[in-house]
């Protein structure tokens, strides 16, 4: 096991008001991941997720139960840990602000004792994939957020370590950077066999990248499997969203579709489908038979919505 915590605990002593209480953040949480495994890490905000994985990599310490990430205790062997993995918090960066990047992977690599042809190597396959050759003489505080973000995960990466740890990496950035990093993701972890373990908000975050969700909420592990798996336990929906060539009539009776909306008087309709019972190819075959479609999309459930729905069903 690459990730192994029992009965994982933390707590925090919180003033309210004037009285002070105690919040468990993290409650008695025990979970197994594998080498190799993608883990999407989802809940509501202030679930617990940025505090689980501070215990992972030894920022805090537990207040009850076991941790283990790469086999090591995280507190006491973090600076074993920190050759073992990478870690990106969307808050905290790792490179220096006012250095060109270049030199944030030199003197990271310096860290990590990386021999020098290693390293030149390493930076230059990370500096091609990721495609920073445009920025990599601009100080970090200069670059876009795409690219900074590039930047922090190429970062993490230099070391080539067992687990990559991303917190949010997709927020804030546009449909072809998120793309990008996304196909990277999978490359690398083709190519390397890295472990993922990333908190998101971002549902495409989890269908392109993760093999299996856990879901957490108010501390403890709500739900561990697969997102079809999930999608099917909570009822999420896709919804397929057409532009007609004319305006139609409310696109009823669509097999296995339900109509949500129309626009533009029956130009763009909106249709809810269950992934599990059919495909966003058939709704659309159905539509095209009687209308003629000039373009379309389809919306994912948001993470929000399945959290919530997920909620719900466990009270
Ligand atoms: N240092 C701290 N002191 C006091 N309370 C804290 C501290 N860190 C976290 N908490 C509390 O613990 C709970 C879990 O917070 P955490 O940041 O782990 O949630 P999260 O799932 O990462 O949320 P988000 O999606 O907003 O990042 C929250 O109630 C939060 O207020």
Known sequence: MIIETTGLTREFRVRDGLRRRTVRAVDDLSLAVEAGESVGYIGANGAGKSTTIKMLVGILVPTAGEVRTCGLRPVRDRRDLARRIGVVFGQRSQLWWDLPVRESFEILAT????PAGEARARTAELVELLEMDDFLATPVRQVSLGQRMRAEIAAALLHRPDLLILDEPTIGLDVLSKQRLREFLVAERREHGTTLLLTTHDMGDIERLC???LVVDHGRLAYDGTLDGL?????????LVVDLATPADDLTGIPDATHVRSEGGGLRQHLAFDAESTTAARV???????AEVRDLSIE???IEDVVRRLYAASR
């Not at 659309?284 to 009687?290: I, R």
């Open 111 to 114: 860290i990590h004792g990386l």
């Open 211 to 213: 093999d299996r969700v």
């Open 231 to 239: 999608a099917r336990t909570v009822g999420a929906q896709r919804v």
């Open 284 to 290: 659309l075959a159905a539509v095209s038979e009687s």
């Open 300 to 302: 994912e459930p948001e």
